[in-house]
């Protein structure tokens, strides 16, 4: 998801999002373990991603974004 339609969402819909990111990472991580993950370069666009929702969230606590 790009940024912009991130920044669209509301606290609650960011939190359900970066729990659904954090589930998606724990599965690619249980998927590396056995062998089974052959896309390695999802790893860095669920990281990304859980970066810039924690992101936006703090700025949405602080005020600076609406």
Do not use: Y
């Not at 960011?14 to 052959?38: A, V, W």
Request: glycine fraction near 10%; hydrophobic fraction near 30%; avoid cysteine.
């Amino acid at each position: 998801m790009e940024l912009k339609e991130l920044s669209q969402k509301n606290e609650q819909q960011l939190n359900e999002h970066l729990g659904e990111l954090r589930r998606e990472q724990f599965n690619l991580r249980m998927q590396k373990g056995s062998g089974q993950l052959t896309q390695t370069h999802q790893f860095g666009r669920v990281r990304r991603e859980i970066a810039q929702v924690k992101h936006l969230l703090g700025a949405k606590k602080a005020g600076t974004v609406k």
